[in-house]
């Protein structure tokens, strides 16, 4: 969903240590395996309706060439002087963004990226083969690694089973992708030269063009505080909610002027009008965003340590966090931003910190094994509860298919071998309304498990404001804790911003949709989910349904053809590699 600041076809490549982290992204599709004229003409289809994101290989022998020259460089504090700024310039000469955009992204990055090159033990051809592709070279920091799993036989799969009728349910809220724009200014420029549109510095809108709206705005912009406000409002009086499930990114995409001061002043600001709002007797669990750092995407692992390292951030987090967390959550959130918690007997949530999956975090080039033992440390959480008969939640910001592929090829370990014990997998981060299927690793046609993607609060980019909400088999013995439906609300900026000619001062979040009745299904169930998208495949009707949600009813043209083969495999890949391997990479239309 968000625009890279770089069209490389030429560009000195050392600058692509930079603009990797740059602009605004958070996301993390992977690109080393796109070799042949095929991927690349699925890259591009899907980067239309998904990444708006524009990539052009580089060179692989100019890759190396640049890669041994910054090796030289960094041998030398007066050269990573030199090479920081003749990076900027070189960003401002070849017109990759704004001068104040090069100059302050540059400063922004420049300390922690040289601490994790030096640290780091890539080589040019490792460098090159992870920005270029595996023709350029191999890439040994991002080699294969496994996660141990106890010598516990993996209990006899029962098939989940739909609840009586009249069982108890739980009624969830789930918060993502909020992006507060503390210099949101109504009336400014919706399309201006920066990276993030209508705000203070954005310039204002002529009597030829709209300016920004009162409660938001279609286009590269994010939220005012006001439509946050408006939408916790709104969200005390649509109670009661048996807990509430929050996976991060609060920031706004500004991400080349952002402080640590101003990162820490959003996240308090948001958690205490949440708490204010949902009232004490509601528990939040929140999961941290890739845009909660500065620089955005950095986060060290737990071995780095002093000013470079996470604890400006986890600090603050624990501490606002507090009210709705045990002690022990706090413990290791202090330590890596990840933690677990019981949300009632018999069922346990895990919050993980998908920043260590991503490539985009750049410090993943000191060491991409398992950072912070995040993963192992989940297993021996999942594996406990296993023991109690506890089922499990999981939360987090990235989708794990979006992950690197060690990473989440683990990751999909870990879920088959406890598929009787995680009951559900929630994410955000895309913006848009989707879901990640898992499979039985044998064959890869059971359907054991589903990752919910739910839809932004912000409408970075073009889409309205929104929130999910979970319907749970609820609690009770013998419950399956899993999702039996779900609705999604959105504030639609068209009415909102003019009725009839000025801000409604009171807008209705309205529902869009509920999943049972748009797709005729009774629960969903990872078999419903997979059933779902064999009727897209058939269906042109439902997809295209489909296909309107996912943009939470603001879309502006079908998806067709590639496009509609590329979105419904990246559906089926809840692993990496599976997106790879999708037929519609080998020219089968029928993925």
């Not at 309706?49 to 100019?62: E, P, Q, T």
């Not at 190396?64 to 990573?80: C, P, R, Y």
């Not at 005390?236 to 048996?242: E, L, M, R």
């Not at 009951?423 to 895309?430: E, I, L, N, S």
Request: net charge neutral.
């Amino acid at each position: 969903m968000k625009r890279s600041m770089f069209g490389l076809s030429t560009v000195c490549g050392v600058f692509i240590v930079w603009t990797l982290f740059l602009m605004p992204l958070g996301f993390s599709y992977p690109l080393e395996d796109v070799t042949d004229s095929t991927k690349l003409r699925f890259v591009e289809e899907f980067d239309q309706f998904k990444l708006r994101f524009n990539w052009h290989n580089m060179s692989c022998a100019v890759c190396k060439a640049i890669f041994a020259t910054v090796d030289i460089a960094l041998l030398s504090d007066s050269n990573m002087e030199r090479l920081a700024r003749a990076l900027g310039e070189a960003c401002v000469r070849l017109h990759l963004a704004e001068p104040q955009v090069c100059r302050e992204i540059t400063e922004l990055f420049r300390d922690d990226v040289i601490r994790a090159l030096q640290e780091s033990f890539l080589w040019p051809s490792e460098a090159c083969a992870l920005l270029v592709g595996p023709t350029c070279g191999h890439y040994d920091i991002y080699a294969p690694w496994n996660v141990s799993l106890p010598r516990v036989p993996k209990p006899p799969v029962k098939p989940p089973t739909p609840p009586k009728p009249g069982s108890p349910q739980s009624r969830v809220l789930f918060l993502t992708d909020i992006h507060w724009d503390a210099e949101y200014a109504e009336g400014s420029l919706i399309d201006c030269k920066m990276p993030l549109c209508c705000r203070n510095d954005s310039g204002r809108a002529s009597w030829k063009h709209t300016g920004a709206g009162y409660w938001g705005t279609y286009g590269e912009c994010d939220l005012p505080l006001r439509t946050i406000e408006n939408l916790l409002q709104n969200l005390a009086k649509s109670g009661p909610w048996d807990w509430v499930y929050w996976t991060g990114d609060i920031p706004a995409h500004n991400v080349w002027s952002q402080t640590r001061a101003q990162q820490l002043n959003e996240l308090v600001t948001v958690t205490r009008l949440i708490r204010k709002h949902l009232g004490p007797k509601v528990t939040v669990y929140p999961a941290v965003g890739n845009h909660e750092s500065t620089p955005v995407n950095s986060f060290p692992p737990p071995f780095v340590h002093g000013n470079r390292s996470s604890h400006w951030l986890y600090d603050t987090m624990a501490k606002e966090w507090a009210p709705w967390l045990p002690k022990d959550a706090l413990t290791t959130i202090r330590r890596g931003g990840f933690y677990t918690a019981e949300v009632q007997r018999g069922l346990r949530v895990v919050s993980l910190n998908m920043n260590f999956c991503a490539r985009e975090n750049y410090w993943l080039m000191v060491n991409s094994t398992d950072p912070a033992d995040q993963l192992q440390w989940l297993i021996s959480i999942l594996q406990e509860s296993e023991n109690k008969g506890e089922k499990v939640h999981i939360i987090g910001h990235i989708p794990p298919g979006l992950c690197l592929n060690s990473w989440s090829w683990n990751y999909y370990h870990i879920v088959n071998r406890y598929e009787s014990t995680i009951a559900g997998q929630f994410f955000g981060h895309t913006h848009v309304d989707e879901f990640q299927m898992f499979y039985d690793e044998d064959t890869l046609t059971r359907p054991l498990s589903v990752a919910f993607i739910a839809p932004s609060v912000t409408t970075y980019v073009n889409l309205n404001p929104g929130y999910r909400v979970y319907y749970m088999d609820g609690n009770y013995p013998g419950s399956t804790r899993m999702v039996l439906d779900h609705e999604t609300f959105i504030l639609n900026l068209t009415l909102a911003n003019n009725q009839p000619l000025k801000p409604d001062p009171n807008p209705s979040w309205t529902l869009l949709y509920r999943a049972s009745k748009a797709y005729g299904l009774s629960t969903l169930f990872p078999s419903d989910m997979d059933a779902l998208i064999k009727l897209m495949k058939n269906d042109d009707s439902v997809f295209q349904r489909f296909w309107y949600l996912f943009h939470k009813g603001h879309v502006s043209k079908p998806c067709m053809d590639t496009c509609k083969t590329s979105l419904i495999c990246l559906l089926h890949s809840g692993r990496y590699d599976l997106l790879t391997q999708c037929d519609v990479l080998h020219g089968n239309k029928h993925c």
